[in-house]
């Protein structure tokens, strides 16, 4: 059973009181916080309010929810509503929402205290946290360290232990990579599962929100609990979310796992020892392992840096200085918003704008805009094929541990590359999640990732759920 | 080695995005732009014929709602929230040099 | 009626785009009306806040549907896509609009005359909100100093109507404008109102030798009357004729009307224009109308205005061009007269006094249709005299209603039967001598004098139209 869902039984029983559970986890984070830097913003009196209405309800004998009582920390590229929600960006520094994000009232909905807002790469582009306008998070395993990006707040506060789930968000791997570098369960649904009204935007198509947590159970809880239609985001999937309670247990006896052959290389030779090692555990279980090719795979850094940089040049267009954020004043309206963006957007947004920008521009769209959402169906339509032969796929999450801060921001190539082997699965719009499985290098963490197709959550969870019993 | 795009392009790219590179980071912009337009160059060599585009990932189609109000947003809060508001309204610097 | 300068025709297409009468916003909920306190219709969509997302309003797009089927288009599966660009009022940097996959294609617009204009498409987009320059000249951006924006229109349902470049004529300009109008007040799509901007209208002008292929265009703005597309058009007309005979280059440009001087102005050539960008809209998915859909929103159209004349047309036995036709149809008030010919009223008088009297009363007047069938009846029978018929129904409109026999018992009317009138005129020509002497000499004016004298012995009771017959009669 998770931490989560142990806490949540034992504060609405009254077992447990959520005002103390919540004081540990803030101390937890007044002793390390200054050090790890994962959050932008610590709520410590609200969630010391919200715990202790909680309590309330439990002692005039209601139940406040699934989640009663278990610290969340949120990602701050969801709406909280007037709670600064920054993006990790100058340009809305300050900003208060007047309304909540979907996610945000679901979680409220299901009892869970929210303690902070946690740090991100800027507008969610990056793989590393280094790209906040607000400072770096550093890894709590190792601080030299990155935590991994863009979630890179999000992970490390559950890593960290100051709070026992959290919230990211997850365009091109911003949830598994930096799950995988801190030693920690990261979920991408599928795409529609989860509401994206209150997420601000980086790319439409691309974008999810998910849960990161210690133990899988608890990932599953609170993906549940956020999870479902929302007739707020057109995009929603109408159908009922799979309940996910029967996968953790069923084991993994005839899953065929895919073994992609032909996936890019590019791992570091520690990451891909312990990605053996997850197959042969699964094996060992009574597993089926197949041999699958996913031939279009390797293109699919190519389609998202086109792709999700289009997306988002047009999203944070809203960004302008004349109704929210920062206005830097200038003669003219044209002035303002160059002089307003110039200052308040980062080198990597900015590089992002203008790729994206460009892939869309007249006489380009075609080139590159439009060749790779066609280069994206082939991804379908290849992982299609394969899953007529397997039902999960397993690969690194991440090609290497966490590396050290500044290690790949001379070129920006490099960084993108992290993302290798979570792209894939965005531009599809499968479910995917890393999965803790032993460490590599300087004895650091290694992420499996299982990836499923749309709506394979059961099935992800019952081979994440095999991955825990068998990582230790 | 050819470049994919010069720094006009980048300079015309930037002003459509209302970016203000200066000299020196049109330069840079432009030689990582390049660099990376030139891995991007590996889908080239697919063959793309007849193949569809894929703008959304799950296939759902006529999503729509009831014509019913529903409460919105105060605007005081909101006007509060603005960097020049006027008593109504949102103030801006004169409206020059735009497609209006 | 052709349009022809100099031996050059003009070649128009017509952009109108209309503010569809729905409750809401077509991507949120909030309130779409006209008039109300700036900023007070807003919410997260409406302001292009972070985070916020678009759902698609249904009955706007059955609206839609309905523009689509009134011009006889084509309803197909369609999508959503982004125009890219910045101004204060367009809160996302981007409008939500349709582009290479709009709702409605390929119908046409049949003017009056029989004309048929081609409409190539009819798609659905998002209005932009309001700015107001402040302290400029005649609240004009030139010169200004702040603007203030007002989001209350930010988001309302807008239908774009693209015309084909079939239109030769201000004429016909103007008459595709006022039919377009008619047609969409008529199916309950928009009230079309030009003067409140609830409709617009751009047009395309270039002019061409005929036969010749079609010359550069230049779009002009602020149309906001039928009259002004029809002035605007003439007078755009004439300025490339006059450019292109001296023989200079007509340049692609976006032009300003100005009612006051009778003029068009530049406002800004196209090559400064902006690359917008397009791609699919990713918050939106895909609208495909069923089958079913089409045919529920077919059945429960309202009859058009063409139809609609041909019905009174035929019933009153007057042209369906006739002004009385068009006049009481666009008005609405057509089934109003259908109703008085059903309570017995005669058809012809019926649809006079409608459209003589009722220009101030709503689609369906407040004079029972009983009142008026009466009156029509009193003046046929010969009960009433035309003018006295005239009286009554002046205050039977003033109150909303009225018995017409006990007005005019009331006021002593009664038409004079023949022989009264005839000794009336025998005492009146002995009256007046002089007068029936130049009368009968051919002097048609003399007889101003006699009926004169009638009128005033008879107290305005004796009907004019026959003491002039018998006039014409004695007189030989």
Request: with cysteine; hydrophobic share 40%; charged share 25%.
């Amino acid at each position: 059973m998770g931490r989560a869902v142990e806490l949540a039984a034992g504060v609405r029983s009254g077992e447990v009181r959520a005002a103390d559970v919540v004081e540990g986890y803030l101390s937890a984070i007044d002793a390390r916080e200054a050090e790890v830097h994962a959050f932008n913003l610590v709520l410590a009196d609200a969630a010391r309010e919200r715990a202790a209405a909680i309590d309330a309800v439990v002692a005039s004998g209601g139940d406040p929810g699934p989640l009663a009582g278990v610290p969340v920390a949120l990602k701050d590229n969801l709406c909280t509503r007037g709670v600064p929600t920054t993006c990790s960006s100058k340009i809305l520094d300050g900003w208060r929402p007047p309304y909540d994000a979907t996610v945000v009232e679901r979680l409220a909905a299901a009892g869970a205290v929210v303690v902070g807002k946690t740090n991100l790469d800027e507008f969610a582009m990056g793989s590393s946290t280094e790209n906040s306008a607000f400072g770096p998070t550093r890894n709590p395993l190792d601080v030299s360290r990155v935590p991994g990006g863009s979630s890179g707040g999000s992970a490390a506060a559950v890593a960290a232990g100051f709070a026992e789930v959290s919230l990211g968000s997850d365009t091109g791997g911003s949830i598994r990579q930096p799950a995988a570098l801190c030693g920690v369960i990261g979920v991408k649904p599928t795409y529609g599962a989860v509401s994206r009204h209150g997420l601000v935007a980086f790319a439409s198509s691309l974008d999810q929100i998910g849960p990161f947590a210690n133990d899988v159970a608890d990932a599953a809880l609170l993906l549940e609990s956020i999870a479902g239609h929302d007739p707020g985001d057109s995009t929603s999937i109408p159908e009922v979310f799979p309940s996910l309670g029967a996968s953790l247990r069923a084991g993994v006896e005839g899953v065929r796992i895919g073994r992609i052959s032909d996936l890019p290389a590019g791992a570091d030779a520690d990451v891909e020892a312990r990605l053996e090692a997850a197959f042969e555990a699964l094996a060992a279980a009574g597993a089926e392992i197949v041999d699958v090719e996913v031939p279009a795979f390797t293109y699919g850094l190519t389609a998202y840096y086109l792709i999700a940089p289009a997306e988002a040049s047009s999203n944070l267009a809203r960004y302008d200085g004349v109704r929210f954020g920062l206005r830097v004043d200038a003669a003219d309206t044209n002035a303002m918003y160059t002089a307003t963006r110039s200052a308040g957007f980062g080198d990597e947004v900015q590089r992002r704008i203008m790729l994206g920008t460009y892939a869309l521009s007249a006489g380009y769209y075609d080139a590159y805009y439009g060749k790779a959402l066609k280069v994206r169906r082939l991804i379908a339509d290849d992982f299609a094929r394969a899953y007529e032969r397997c039902d999960v796929m397993l690969t690194p999450a991440s090609p290497s541990v966490a590396f050290p801060f500044g290690s790949k921001t001379a070129d920006p190539f490099a960084m993108y590359l992290c993302d290798t082997y979570t792209i894939p699965s965005n531009l599809a719009g499968h479910p995917a999640m890393s999965v803790p499985f032993g460490s590599g290098a300087d004895d650091l963490p290694v992420g499996v990732q299982v990836l499923a197709p749309a709506l394979g959550e059961p099935v992800m969870f019952q081979v994440a759920a095999e991955l825990e019993r068998r990582a230790s | 080695m050819s470049k994919r795009i010069s720094s006009d392009d980048v300079a015309k790219v930037a002003r459509l995005a209302r970016l203000d590179l200066g000299d020196e980071r049109l330069e840079a912009m432009t030689s990582q732009l390049d660099d990376m337009l030139g891995h991007f160059a590996d889908i080239d060599a697919l063959d793309l014929d007849g193949v569809e585009p894929m703008t959304q990932p799950y296939p759902l189609v006529n999503v729509l709602r009831d014509d019913t109000v529903a409460p919105g947003l105060d605007r005081d809060e909101v006007l509060a929230a603005a960097p020049d508001p006027d008593s109504d309204r949102f103030r801006v610097p004169p409206i020059l040099g735009l497609d209006g | 009626m052709t349009w022809t300068h100099e031996g050059f025709e003009m070649v128009v297409g017509l952009e109108v785009h209309v503010e569809l009468a729905t409750n809401t916003k077509l991507f949120s909920a909030s309130p779409n009306r006209f008039g109300d306190e700036p900023n007070t219709n807003i919410d997260p969509v409406t302001l292009g806040l972070p985070g916020a997302l678009p759902v698609l309003n249904r009955r706007a797009v059955e609206l839609a549907m309905r523009i689509g089927l009134a011009l006889g288009c084509e309803i197909r599966p369609c999508v959503f896509a982004r125009k890219n660009y910045f101004y204060p009022d367009m809160p996302k940097a981007y409008q939500i609009s349709q582009y290479d996959q709009p709702l409605n294609v390929d119908g046409s617009l049949t003017l009056p005359d029989g004309t048929v204009i081609g409409v190539e498409r009819a798609h659905l987009e998002e209005d932009t909100g309001k700015s107001t320059h402040v302290g400029g000249a005649g609240g004009r951006i030139h010169g200004s100093e702040a603007s203030l924006i007002d989001f209350n229109r930010a988001g309302v349902p807008l239908v774009e109507i693209v015309s084909r470049p079939d239109i030769r004529s201000p004429e016909q300009a103007r008459a595709y404008v006022a039919e377009l109008r008619s047609i969409l007040a008529a199916i309950g799509a928009s009230d079309a109102k030009m003067e409140e901007g609830s409709m617009r209208v751009d047009a395309n002008v270039s002019v061409r030798r005929p036969g010749e292929p079609f010359g550069t265009r230049c779009e002009i703005k602020n149309l906001n009357s039928v009259r002004s597309v029809g002035r605007a058009v003439d007078y755009e007309g004439r300025r490339q004729v006059d450019l292109i005979s001296v023989g200079e280059v007509v340049r692609q440009e976006t032009r300003h009307w100005d009612e006051t001087d009778g003029r068009t102005h530049t406002l800004r050539t196209k090559e400064d224009a902006d690359d917008y960008r397009y791609f699919p809209e990713p918050d939106l998915v895909p609208l495909a109308p069923s089958d079913e859909w089409i045919a529920e929103v077919r059945a429960s159209m309202p009859p058009l205005p063409s139809a609609r004349r041909a019905c009174l047309a035929e019933a009153t036995g007057q042209d369906a061009v006739s002004e009385a036709v068009s006049t009481v149809v666009d008005r609405g008030q057509d089934d109003y007269v259908h109703a008085v010919v059903a309570a017995g009223g005669d058809a012809a008088r019926a649809l006079i006094a409608v459209k003589e009297a009722f220009a101030d009363e709503p689609a369906s007047p407040r004079v029972p249709a009983e009142d008026l069938a009466v009156l029509t009846q009193m003046e046929v029978a010969g009960e009433v005299t035309s003018t006295q018929a005239k009286t009554l129904l002046a205050e039977i409109v003033a109150a909303g209603g009225g018995d017409a026999r006990a007005l005019a018992a009331a006021k002593g009317f009664e038409a004079m039967d023949t022989s009264e009138l005839e000794s009336m005129v025998d005492d009146a020509i002995a009256a007046q001598p002089d007068a029936w002497a130049k009368f009968c000499a051919g002097e048609a004016k003399a007889m101003g004098a006699i009926v004169g004298h009638i009128m005033k012995a008879s107290k305005g009771q004796a009907d004019g139209k026959a003491v002039s017959a018998i006039l014409d009669a004695r007189r030989g």
